[in-house]
């Protein structure tokens, strides 16, 4: 018999909780358990611990008090029927069996093994249903039709009917608005119906020409990345291979179940907990080949929600001429990515209004930091207002104002801010045996997918493709080598081959995007390259039109190549006419920051189709003795002979 905590008003009404072993956190914070929205609940506000058989609930000094029954309480042993009350939210703490009659038990708990249709059927886990870890049970579904059973878990999910759907910021959960460019070699390997699912009229725009990665001559698509994440779950939920569980995957509690799965996939992003619970089976990440000076380089990036009346042709120029914004849009809507400076990057501060303290918030989670009524930008999850648009004569506001005049953003425009990180490791392996096969259980492989593997940021929608591409390999490898019998090292040569491709292809070109080398040959990251023109006293007495008529001839060049691919672009004049609006400074800093090193960031792709041709070689030496033929090794005939 299970215990469990299930929400009755507020916007957790009728999700649950199933209390385990471990402590259930509530409070605003992101990271506990259960995320109060209301205002007047605290960072931490209460816990549920196990003690001596029976669940206490506990009170962690929050500012108005947690109540049971009504009564406020700092310790109180919890009995089955007790309502909770935090800030504006209550809860009842029941068992199962109690709410068996209220609710669909499919809430309430794992879900039991589901019972192979045959011996041939590969049981999979997936711990994360975003756009990768939903991709991939699709793919496989699809490949392994009636063979395979699918259980996604993810705690953004939640249920409305009889249908899982993404929670919203009611529920604590921040939606991701991003624009992403998907690459035509990743968006033409998906299933026909996840292509007609994501690619409706009006649903994406092509504002990137042709590129190196271009596959059949199709250009890259852009798309809003919770556009993608609804149409790929509802498409999954209408397949009875595929188990959608609105939980957070938890490695500890489901040990059992997992003993009897072929397969656990780690999809949930790039501080992953199930990862790091398998840590000493995937090996430690490698953070110095990501250094200078030894210093582990990270890039903070402002993310601005925004609506540009720039045209598509005029968008892309501006943004590959330099190297401190990047507007990725749909429609004209979309995303301005920021690159900080180390200064920048510490004023990147929420406020408490109620508290008066400073709180990272934006910086140190993804929260999405909305405008209000008052032309205030605050974080619905935590109340904190951003600090530098407070302080609208902050060097930091400034900037941002610059970065909407370079993209015709209106100021009333600007209706959301947020943050993010670039930060990369190298990562020795993808893919892992967890459990050994027994005389009961078939042996669990793990697999990293996605910004789990790698997580690559700064130009919208490179992470994505990178993680596409992993979950395409993987699909691919699992379905040419399932045949019923427990799964070997040897059966994933080509994915983690194509894993390590990717890592090198995608993270060496965000490396790229990030260092910058000078005339001696040194290289410098680029927000010290931004940071310097800044503080140059030197610069300050060049005259601003020698910075604006050199920013102008690097467009021009850039322009003249681009032209074939994408017709529309602006005229001398016209970027003239719309740079001289800009500051002195900004103008030093755009020009200062230099141009997209299209040469190294662009050429040859990651291909890995190129491991799953028919007629991929593949070598096996042949055997010095009749053991090793015994022992079931195969010899390829035609193959070398050392002899």
């Known amino acids: 018999m299970s215990s469990v905590i299930v929400g009755r008003t507020g916007p957790f009404t009728g999700q649950s909780v199933v209390l385990s072993d471990g402590s259930l956190t ?18 931490l506000h209460a816990e549920i611990l196990l003690e001596k058989g029976s669940y206490v609930l506990y009170d962690r000094n929050s500012r108005n008090g947690t109540y049971v029954n009504d009564q406020r309480v700092s310790r109180h042993v919890l009995t089955p029927g007790d309502t909770i009350t935090i800030g504006d939210e209550t809860f009842v703490y029941d068992t199962d069996e109690a709410m068996e009659t209220v609710m669909d038990l499919s809430v309430l708990a794992s879900p039991p093994t589901q019972a192979p ?19 991939f049970a699709l793919l496989l579904e699809d490949a392994l039709k009636g063979k395979v059973a699918i259980t996604v878990y ?22 991701r608005q991003q624009v992403v460019t998907i690459q035509s070699r990743q968006y033409l390997a998906l299933t026909a119906e996840a292509q007609k699912a994501l690619f409706g009229e009006g649903a994406y725009s092509e504002m ?26 509802e498409l999954a939920g209408s397949k009875p291979a595929i188990q959608l569980i609105p939980e ?16 656990l996939v780690i999809c949930e992003g790039g501080r992953s907990r199930t990862r790091e619970h398998f840590g000493d089976r995937f090996g430690g990440a490698d953070a110095s080949i990501y250094s200078l000076d030894g210093e582990h380089l990270q890039d903070v990036v402002l993310g601005l929600r925004v609506k540009s009346r720039l045209s598509d042709p005029m968008s892309v120029l501006l943004t590959v001429a330099q190297n401190r914004f990047l507007l990725n849009s749909l429609h004209g809507e979309g995303f301005l990515n920021m690159r900080l400076t180390r200064e920048e990057a510490n004023n990147v501060i929420g406020i408490d209004p109620v508290r008066r303290v400073f709180e990272e918030c934006i910086a140190a989670r993804p929260c999405l930091m909305g405008r209000n009524e008052d032309h205030e930008f605050v974080c619905p999850t935590h109340g904190t207002l951003f600090l530098p648009a407070l302080l609208r004569s902050s060097p930091l506001w400034k900037s941002i104002q610059e970065g909407l005049k370079l993209f015709g953003v209106d100021e009333t425009d600007l209706s959301a801010i947020t943050s993010f990180r670039l930060d990369m490791v190298q990562r020795p392996r993808f893919t892992a045996q967890l459990t050994r096969p027994t005389a009961t259980s078939p042996g669990t492989y793990g697999f990293l997918l996605g910004d789990a593997a790698n997580a690559i940021h700064f130009w919208p929608g490179r992470g994505l493709n990178s993680g596409l591409a992993s979950a395409i390999s993987l699909s691919r490898s699992l379905s040419r080598v399932w045949q019923g019998k427990p799964l070997r090292d040897a059966d994933f040569i080509r994915h983690e081959a194509a894993m390590s491709m990717l890592q ?21 990251a680029i927000k010290d390259v931004i940071a310097s023109s800044m503080n140059d006293e030197g610069a300050r007495n060049r005259p601003s039109h020698a910075d604006l008529d050199l920013l102008v ?12 691919r994408l017709p529309g672009m602006p005229s001398d004049d016209e970027l003239h006419a719309h740079l001289s609006g ?3 400074a900004t103008l030093r800093t755009l020009l200062e920051s230099g141009a997209w090193d299209t040469l190294i960031v662009g050429g040859e792709e990651a291909d890995i189709d190129i491991f799953y041709q028919p007629d991929a070689p593949v070598f096996v030496a042949r055997p010095t003795d009749r053991s090793a033929l015994d022992a079931g090794v195969a010899w390829l005939p035609g193959a070398l002979d050392p002899a």
């Open 504 to 524: 090198y292809r995608h993270k060496s070109r965000a490396w790229n995007a990030m260092v910058t080398t000078d005339e001696r040959g040194t290289a410098r």
């Open 553 to 564: 001839a690097r467009m021009r060049e850039i322009r003249d190549r681009l032209a074939g």
């Open 208 to 233: 990137w020409p042709v590129g190196p990665d271009s596959v059949d001559g199709r250009p890259p698509r852009n798309i809003r990345i919770a556009y993608i994440e609804d149409k790929l779950l």
């Open 248 to 263: 957070r995957y938890d490695p500890v509690q489901d040990e059992n179940r997992l003993n009897r799965e072929h397969v």
């Open 26 to 43: 509530f409070g605003r914070k992101s990271d506990n358990g259960v995320i109060i929205v209301s205002p007047n609940a605290s960072r």
């Open 582 to 584: 800009l500051a002195p």
């Open 154 to 175: 993810d705690g953004r999910w939640m249920r409305q009917g009889a249908s899982v759907v993404w929670k919203g910021a009611g529920h604590g959960n921040t939606r």
């Open 117 to 135: 249709a045959g011996a041939d059927e590969l049981r999979v886990t997936i711990s994360g249903g975003g756009p990768v870890g939903l991709t």
